[in-house]
């Protein structure tokens, strides 16, 4: 029986063979190992200008619809950032449960309804390491800045506080808002780089995208 399942053995070795090289490598690139294809991200969007630690802030969605920026990670500016399309992105409030929208001239709010149009922002990651979301309707960048920096940099090539370092979440997921500012416990861990050097300053930045 050994002697006639031998032959057969080796003949269904060598059908085979063929097939397995000619199947294509598993998709291991950096993207996938490194969990950049996640569908959604659970991420704090922090920003910060050239002048210091006192200009950083985190964006948050207030549950009445306000957009506006905290001092440190808290439970309104836990965002989840999902893919919708090539480069496309939603971005939700976990806690408020509000989409970030954009308005006429660049305003921010939260709305309860997905809009394609006012609440899809292009992902671009640019060379230096940050994040921008721009909106392909205004053609206008996510930004915190007041009205009063909008008008200074009219002009100029960036917005200021529009360039994002997406922060993995360091607070307990059920956490409520804190009544007022706090700084974090926990070291700022981002998916970026930071070529500011702001964060570095606070406490040592572990990026995510280079150590899973």
């Known amino acids: 029986m050994a002697q006639l399942l031998a032959p057969l053995l080796t003949l269904a070795a060598l059908w085979l063979a063929p097939t397995a090289r000619a199947r294509p490598l598993v998709d ?3 993207h996938v190992y490194y969990g950049w ?4 991200r659970l991420r704090h969007l922090y920003t910060a200008n050239r002048h210091g630690l006192a200009s950083f802030s985190f964006l948050r969605i207030h549950r009445d619809g306000r957009v506006d920026g905290s001092r440190s990670q808290s439970a309104l500016s836990l965002l989840e950032i999902k ?5 496309m992105v939603a971005i939700k409030g976990v806690h408020s449960s509000r989409y970030l929208c954009m308005g ?5 709010q939260g709305s309860v309804r997905f809009s394609a149009e006012d609440c899809t922002f292009e ?4 060379p230096d390491g ?3 979301y ?3 309707k205004y053609n206008l960048p996510v930004s915190l800045c007041t009205d009063k920096q909008r008008q200074q940099a009219h002009g100029k090539e960036h917005l200021p506080l529009s360039h994002f370092l997406p922060m993995i979440n360091a607070i307990p997921l059920e956490a409520e808002e804190p009544e007022g500012p706090r700084m974090l416990a926990a070291p700022l861990e981002t998916d970026s780089m930071d070529p500011f050097g702001l964060t570095s300053k606070l406490l040592p930045v572990k990026s995510p995208s280079f150590q899973k």
């Not at 893919?83 to 480069?87: F, H, I």
């Not at 006429?104 to 921010?108: N, R, T, Y």
């Not at 992902?123 to 640019?126: L, S």
Request: charged share 20%.
């Open 28 to 30: 291991a690139g950096p």
């Open 37 to 40: 294809g996640e569908p959604i």
């Open 83 to 87: 893919a919708v399309a090539l480069r």
């Open 104 to 108: 006429d001239a660049g305003k921010l």
């Open 123 to 126: 992902e671009q990651i640019r």
């Open 130 to 132: 940050y994040n921008v």
């Open 134 to 136: 721009q909106s392909p």
